[in-house]
């Protein structure tokens, strides 16, 4: 029986990038049948570590972040929206969205690991933001969120008072750095090679392809 293909997703929840380029990644998995050869585990990365718990006005930080104007960064949102609906995911920016610091998304992330829910409850972390407009800096938001995958939400919120459970998500994000990851989205395959980026579908349908046909 050959070994799963092994994909790490480095990423954040703030990150619209990167659950469009998740979303393409799962397209090119179904198009070639691998939904059972393959394992994706998502790795924590921070793109604000040191923004407050309550963060920034979205709008306010890309301009700010990335030196944009007022006019290119509602154009992006507007073609963001329009790339996340091909890949059926409903983006709803609006005025009051916020940038929040995502440690303890990513502690609960490590926590639903553990659990077997990961995946589950990063797809409802995004979900929760880019859809639901919800404040992810909320603990009651976050509470919501572990239930409605399943999860002891008080045990999970737990974990987020534990230095042990902070210091292991920082030391994942190190490790991550140290191999040179600087950006999200970015996907590692069985811990050799990584592609950057939201890449199309069909750029992923190459590379599963190649690897798929390594461990035959």
């Known amino acids: ?80 929206t329009a790339l996340a609906a091909e890949e059926g995911l409903v983006f709803n920016f609006f005025d009051d969205m916020r940038m ?38 909320d603990r009651a938001v976050m509470a919501d969120s572990l239930a409605a995958v399943g999860l002891d939400a008080t045990e999970g919120l737990a974990q987020l008072d534990d230095p042990e459970a902070l210091q292991q998500v920082r030391a994942r994000e190190a490790h991550w750095q140290q191999m040179g990851i600087s950006s999200v989205p970015t996907f590692v395959f069985n811990r050799r090679s990584a592609l950057n980026g939201a890449q199309p579908k069909e750029v992923f349908e ?9 461990q035959a």
């Not at 585990?41 to 604000?48: G, I, K």
């Not at 979205?58 to 073609?79: C, F, G, V």
């Not at 979900?127 to 404040?135: C, R």
């Not at 190459?206 to 390594?214: A, N, R, T």
């Open 206 to 214: 190459q590379v599963l392809s190649e690897l798929s046909g390594d």
């Open 1 to 80: 029986m050959q070994d799963k293909l092994k994909i790490d997703i480095v990423s954040d929840v703030m990150c619209p990038w990167c659950v469009i380029g998740y979303k393409r990644l799962e397209s090119a998995i179904q198009s070639l049948g691998l939904e059972d050869s393959v394992e994706i585990e998502w790795q924590p990365f921070e793109l604000n570590p040191d923004m407050p718990a309550h963060g920034e006005n979205l709008r306010a930080h890309i301009e700010r972040k990335y030196d944009t104007t007022p006019k290119a960064s509602a154009e992006a949102r507007r073609n963001l």
């Open 100 to 137: 929040v610091n995502t440690l303890e998304l990513h502690v609960l992330l490590e926590y639903a690991a553990e659990q077997g829910m990961q995946h589950d409850l990063m797809m409802q972390f995004y979900a929760d933001y880019f859809t639901l407009q919800k404040d992810m800096s």
